[in-house]
């Protein structure tokens, strides 16, 4: 009962529901503690049902022992009816007069053993009565079992009912043969009476006619005359007495016969009676046996009902524990249920209030998102009209700027002349003639002095790069003119120098250390990136080869191709290259793939790289085409980045074929550079592009408002000091011409005559470049170093442009601080 109330509750418990999680620690705390206990009670279930199964296998080993003690009761009475039918049997073949002692014994141990049996099935039902005492659950499962075991016992009962009526119906039987029995004794014992009496008749007789003839023969005479009267009328008793005599002789006989049935029935009795006595040993033996089996029944029947007892007390004492801890447990559970209504409560009070939030949320959310989408509409029609104030903007500074920068470069000029002096290196030897020959002024970074043949010539260039200085610094002042191409400019830089003067160093660089042209590219990747929001960029790259006046595509599929330069037939007046291949880039990797291709072409053509690529002019076009889609503006830049073949003078040192051929190209088309860039300088009116491959070619980007870089590397090495003269002249050559046609009229007054210039040979001078004015040579330098700081920290040439810029030009310098160069050829 205990279990059920327990089961019962722990349904209940299992049954409460509660209330759903919020996202609340509190409540997650209560949630984890009653899922807790309800594992707890999970546990409890599982030992509860464990000790049921348990509690069901001893009802089942029960169930085993009382089927086996049903089975011993068969096997009793089994041996009872063998003993009723031996009875039966026996009673009929006894037929005797003890015959009914005997049924009555039969019968009163037979009734006593339906008194035993009686006992055995009270004992039965109070077994079982205690066991249904000491079920613990009415409702278990093995009640049914009970119900059919008490089936089967009632099934027994029968059987041991028609098995009684059985014996009633053989007692029946033994009462008729043992009242057939009487009757046949009856029978017997009149026969017999019958008998004896007959005896005693013919006895009598015989007694008589003994005693007769003897009172006859004690009477002589008158027997003699009897006799004689007899023998008179013996005639008649004679017959008689023979008739007489043979009666007696018959019934002599009759006697005799008489006494042998009489033996013989003494023997059949005797007989009858010691098969009783057998019998009786027999019954006795049975009746031994039955008292054996019966106690041997009632000894299995206590033994077993004992360990039924222990097994039913020690199930018993474990389920009283096992539901003592169950209990224990029970207990926990409901303190901890008890601890935890109160958080309960609270739960559910915060629960309702969330809710009654959660309710008015929607209402809130919606009043605020009404607010916020009036407040961001009015936001976006804010910023809508402050865009469109600002693209006006941007445009008409888009245009100022461009203003700014033709006004610039106007003023400026748009050719630049850079220097650069390589490092010594390994390849310039040891000794006198590796000796450093370059030397740079500290207070100008534009002038650079040289030593030769024991003379100092100092030239002043645009900016002058030491040995030191990086491909970094290098890029760092020329980046303005790359990014100028993405606005729509064109721009050439070349690097002009003798072979192995650093111009391939300067413009590839290495794989580690990149110049120019990937710098370049990279440069103007990120710009392109920068203005992706509003404007749409191609870049397209070309590599081209000038060799002895002969363009080839580097990227084309037939190098050895010769390419020509042609007017477009649109009447524009542009100049194209039919077949020149273009490529489009848009990463770094493109970039690469395609100077890995050039390259592959180069080495592929020719036998030794190093000795054409000196006497070839390599050339890498970039175009930056460009569309703003706001305006539809379409710009087009191109990038024409040269490394120039070497402007050493192969042709003086008697160079002879093709080697004098190869030089003589060279020299036409760097001196057509060379005279193209001057009369672009000095604004002529005929600039003459048509005078090489080269010049032709970079028309479109050397003339306008093109701009042009000529980067010139030097070696310092002592022995190359007459190639480094040469390129420095022609340099200063160069950048002399800068001014505009006006400005340059004003400057030619106070400019020194070629005489003076012829004059002013390297070495003439103690200070050289300095010195002809009333200034000290250091005065002057560095101002004009720190006009060109303004400059270059206001952001390049080509970069932004401060208000002040047309006061920083050097155009407004003093003639004296533009450093004198030596202009002889
Ligand atoms: P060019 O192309 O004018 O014939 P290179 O660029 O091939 O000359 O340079 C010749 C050698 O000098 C190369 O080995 C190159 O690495 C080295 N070189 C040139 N300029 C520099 C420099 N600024 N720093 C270090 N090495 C240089
Ligand atoms: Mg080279």
Redo the contacts with the bound molecule.
């Keep these: 009962m205990n279990l059920e109330k327990a089961g019962g509750r722990l349904c209940s418990g299992k049954r409460a529901s509660l209330p759903a999680a919020r996202p609340f620690p509190v409540i997650q705390k209560v949630m984890a503690s009653m899922a807790h206990l309800q594992k707890e009670k999970l546990q409890l279930q599982e030992e509860l049902l464990g000790l049921q199964e348990k509690l069901a296998a001893q009802e089942n080993d029960e169930l085993s022992l009382s089927l086996q003690l049903q089975g011993q009761v068969e096997t009793l009475k089994a041996k009872v009816l063998e003993q009723a039918q031996e009875i039966g049997r026996l009673r009929s073949e006894l037929g005797g007069t003890d015959a009914e002692k005997h049924r009555d014994l039969l019968a009163a141990e037979n009734e006593r053993l339906r008194q035993e049996m009686k006992a055995c099935e009270g004992e039965l039902r109070e077994l079982r009565r205690q066991q249904q005492q000491q079920a613990p659950c009415r409702d278990c499962h093995h009640r049914q079992e009970n119900a059919e075991l008490q089936e089967q016992l009632s099934q027994l009962q029968r059987e041991a009912e028609e098995t009684r009526a059985k014996l009633v119906e053989l007692d029946l039987e033994v009462q008729q043969k043992t009242n057939r029995l009487a009757e046949v004794e009856l029978r017997l014992k009149d026969s017999l009476a019958e008998r004896a009496e007959e005896e005693e008749r013919l006895s009598r007789r015989l007694r008589d006619s003994q005693e007769t003839i003897a009172s006859l023969k004690s009477q002589p005479q008158q027997i003699k005359y009897i006799i004689k009267t007899v023998e008179v009328e013996s005639a008649k008793a004679k017959q008689a007495l023979c008739e007489t005599q043979s009666r007696n002789q018959y019934l002599q006989e009759q006697v005799g016969m008489q006494r042998q049935v009489l033996k013989e029935m003494e023997q059949q009795l005797q007989n009858s009676q010691k098969t009783e006595a057998q019998l009786r040993a027999q019954i006795v033996m049975y009746e031994a046996e039955l008292e054996r089996a019966h106690g041997q029944m009632l000894e299995e029947m206590q033994a077993m009902e004992e360990e039924k007892n222990r097994a039913i007390e020690e199930a018993f004492s474990r389920a009283q524990v096992e539901m003592k801890a169950v209990h224990e447990n029970l207990a926990g559970v409901r303190t901890n249920l008890l601890t935890l209504q109160p958080a309960l409560r609270t739960l559910t009070h915060d629960y309702n209030s969330l809710k009654r939030q959660v309710r008015d949320f929607p209402l809130l959310l919606q009043e605020t998102l009404r607010s916020a989408r009036a407040e961001i509409s009015q936001a976006i029609e804010e910023v809508h009209s402050t865009n469109r104030e600002l693209l006006r903007k941007y445009r008409r500074e888009l245009q100022l700027r461009k203003k700014c920068h033709n006004e610039l470069v106007r003023l400026k000029g748009n050719i630049r002349v850079f220097g ?1 002096v ?2 010594i ?1 390994k ?1 310039d030897g040891e000794g006198p003639e590796a000796a450093n020959a370059v030397t740079f002024d500290t207070d100008d970074d534009a002038v650079l002095h040289l030593l030769h043949k024991g003379k100092q010539v100092s030239f002043e260039l645009d900016k002058v790069f030491p ?1 030191q ?1 990086s491909q970094e610094e290098v890029f760092q002042e020329v980046q303005a003119l790359v990014t100028s191409c993405i606005d729509g400019y064109n721009v050439c830089i070349f ?1 002009y ?10 413009m590839e660089g ?1 794989a580690a250390n990149p110049g120019i042209n990937q710098r370049a590219l990279q440069l103007l990747f990120s710009e392109v990136r920068g203005k992706a929001a509003d404007w749409d960029y191609t870049i397209t790259v070309s590599a081209a080869e000038i060799y002895n006046e002969s363009l080839r595509d580097l990227l084309g599929k037939e190098p050895q191709e010769k390419l020509e330069i042609k007017l477009c037939p649109d009447g524009s007046g542009q100049l194209y290259v039919p077949g020149l291949t273009e490529f489009r880039v848009q990463s770094v990797e493109d970039i690469n793939k395609v100077f890995d291709f050039g390259h592959v072409k180069r080495v592929t053509e020719c036998t030794n790289l ?1 000795e054409h ?2 006497r070839s002019h390599a050339l890498l076009i970039i175009t930056v085409r460009g569309l703003d889609r706001s305006t539809g503006l379409r710009t087009t830049g191109k990038l024409n980045l040269v ?1 120039l073949a ?1 402007s050493e003078r192969v042709g003086r040192s008697g160079a002879e074929g093709s080697r004098l051929r190869e030089a003589q190209h060279i020299n036409k088309s760097l001196s057509a550079l060379g005279d193209v860039i001057y009369a672009l300088r000095s604004r002529q009116g005929h600039v003459p592009f048509r005078n090489s491959k080269l010049t032709y070619l970079l028309q479109d980007s050397l003339s306008g408002d093109s701009k042009t870089l000529m980067m010139v ?1 030097v070696s310092p090495a002592e022995k190359n000091t007459s190639e480094t003269l040469c390129s420095l002249k022609f340099a200063e050559r160069v950048r002399s011409v800068e001014l505009g046609p006006v400005s340059r009229k004003a400057e030619l007054a106070s400019w020194p005559s070629q005489e003076q210039l012829e004059g002013d040979s390297p070495g003439s001078a103690a200070t050289p470049g300095r010195g002809h004015t009333s200034h000290s040579p250091g005065q002057l330098s560095s101002r004009s170093a720190s006009i060109r700081r303004k400059l270059h920290t206001s952001g390049g040439w080509w970069g932004t442009l401060g208000a002040h810029m047309g006061s920083l030009h050097p155009r407004r310098l003093p003639p004296q601080a533009r450093g004198k160069a030596c202009m002889r050829e």
Excluded at 497 to 505: D, I, P, S
């Design positions: 650069r390589r490092p290196t390849e040995p200085a690097a120098g003798q072979t192995g003067a650093g111009k391939t160093y300067t290495t190093n690529s000196s490394d070497g590397q």
